[in-house]
């Protein structure tokens, strides 16, 4: 079992619906960042976390350390959020889950 | 303030031959990770780095695989001796410090033809 795992592997929606993406781990750690991958292209930080909640523009995240939880919530969607949305917890070194693939169509 | 730099961006290497993957932190970063994505799975750490030295190098391959990350100049992934399995993106991240937040390079997709 991997030490994080995310849900969905693959999401599509439409422009303008509510996307929720979800991250669970089980391992003691520091911090959680989400990171967004777009395809052929780099990554970004979006937010790095360690209680309750952060928000930039249409982009809010929440973790509950007792639960072992995080979500990524994005408000509105837009066809440019179409990427792949990373969770990785950071204990010594940072761990990875596995990625959730988003489409949003117009 | 620029970002953490990778070059070069694309490298194609034959087998047997040896790749250099280039990473320059962001300024006053002293850490940088490295991590490689091999295709169609994700990120798995490699190696960690502070100036002169190597913290953790526990995701590194045994055999062909060495980093360093010199008092002067930029961090240098070096892979010996590439086969075909060695193609993936390697992205490089660098922080402040431990347990700060990372900042991830543009990676360099190398290619074993």
């Known amino acids: 079992k991997n030490e994080v795992e995310q849900s969905p592997q693959n999401l599509t929606a439409q422009e303008g619906e509510f996307i929720t993406i979800n991250c669970s781990y089980s391992?003691?750690?520091?911090?959680l960042h989400w990171l967004q991958q777009h395809p052929g292209g780099g990554i970004v930080s979006l937010f790095m976390l360690s209680s309750g909640k952060k928000k930039h523009g249409r982009l809010i995240a929440t973790i509950n350390i007792q639960e072992k939880h995080s979500s990524l919530h994005i408000t509105a969607s837009h066809p440019r959020d179409s990427a792949v949305y990373i969770c990785a917890v950071i204990t010594d070194k940072l761990i990875f889950g596995t990625g959730t693939r988003l489409q949003v169509f117009p | 303030n620029a970002g953490v730099m990778q070059n070069p961006r694309h490298l194609v290497r034959r087998r047997g031959q040896e790749a250099r993957l280039r990473c320059s932190p962001m300024k006053g970063h002293s850490h940088v990770y490295w991590y490689r994505q091999l295709p169609e799975e994700g990120l798995k750490f490699m190696v960690y780095?502070?100036?002169?030295?190597?913290?953790?190098e526990s995701g590194m391959p045994k055999e062909r695989f060495s980093a360093e990350f010199p008092k002067e100049g930029p961090s240098i992934l070096r892979i010996q001796q590439v086969v075909r399995g060695d193609s993936a993106a390697y992205f490089c991240a660098s922080s402040p410090g431990t347990r700060y937040e990372q900042y991830f390079g543009p990676g360099t997709r190398l290619t074993v033809t």
């Open positions: 780095l502070q100036k002169e030295n190597i913290i953790d």
């Open positions: 391992v003691g750690i520091s911090a």
